[in-house]
């Protein structure tokens, strides 16, 4: 089973308009975090936001905000007042606390497109 | 910017050979992994380097081998290449204390091409 399942390959936003983009996973480890970055085109992974298992509140970095349903085991990412410089593709992340190495879990991305 | 360099930013190389991809962590780092980004694909996990040694890896064959260095620094060395071996490399370092909260810090990545 994937540890991380992003559904929507491609979202469109009106510029200024807020955007959610959709993020499920999967595990049994009781503590576990989880991450979402933003990939430009030109290939680094940009770290936006972080949801530990144990927070009880919902992060929240500038125009970032993390909607976290622990029970629905959902970490879904909310950008505000989209500009068009949020064009870009979009991970979800998940790191366990397992034994070995202390890796991330990456879904398959959303595209995200703001539209002047 | 992370402080995270990775060299070469392309590569063209042909299939069977073998090619060796590099990453300068940030400073005060102790943790390198490695992630193989296919095109239209998430990061795969590769294998991680603590202090200098190997301790974890991901669903990859052994022609994947890496080494991390006294400064932290790191190379990916990739045998015999396949077409397949064709994608996106990412190096990311970190201060590991087996904490979920860590932080990783990417590179820009090292584009593949084998041809």
């Known amino acids: 089973a994937q540890k991380i399942t992003q559904t929507q390959p491609g979202m469109f936003v009106q510029e200024k308009e807020a955007v959610t983009l959709d993020c499920t996973y999967d595990?049994?480890?009781?503590?576990?975090?989880l991450f979402w970055y933003k990939q430009p085109s030109s290939g680094e992974m940009i770290f936006l936001i972080y949801?530990?298992?144990?927070?009880?509140q919902n992060a929240t970095e500038g125009r970032y905000s993390l909607n976290f349903q622990k029970a629905r085991k959902s970490a879904n990412l909310v950008i505000s007042a989209s500009q068009l410089g949020d064009s870009a593709m979009y991970f979800c992340?998940?790191?366990?606390?397992?034994?070995?190495?202390?890796?991330?879990?990456f879904g398959t991305g959303t595209r995200l497109t703001v539209i002047p | 910017e992370t402080g995270v360099t990775q060299s070469p930013t392309h590569l063209i190389k042909t299939r069977g050979q073998q090619v060796t991809l590099r990453c300068s962590s940030q400073?005060?780092?102790?943790?390198v992994s490695w992630y193989q980004q296919a095109l239209g694909q998430g990061p795969q996990f590769i294998f991680q380097?603590?202090?200098?040694?190997?301790?974890g890896r991901g669903n990859f064959p052994p022609r994947f081998s890496g080494l991390q260095f006294p400064n932290y620094s790191s190379e990916l060395n990739v045998n015999a290449l396949e077409l397949d071996d064709s994608a996106l490399y990412l190096c990311?370092?970190?201060?590991?204390?087996?904490?979920?909260?860590?932080?990783?810090?990417f590179g820009q990545g090292t584009r593949l091409t084998v041809v």
């Open positions: 400073s005060g780092h102790n943790t």
């Open positions: 949801q530990g298992s144990y927070d009880e």
């Open positions: 595990t049994s480890d009781q503590s576990y975090g």
């Open positions: 990311a370092s970190s201060l590991e204390t087996g904490a979920v909260n860590t932080e990783a810090f």
């Open positions: 380097y603590y202090r200098e040694e190997e301790n």
């Open positions: 992340a998940m790191r366990e606390k397992g034994t070995g190495a202390n890796n991330l879990f």
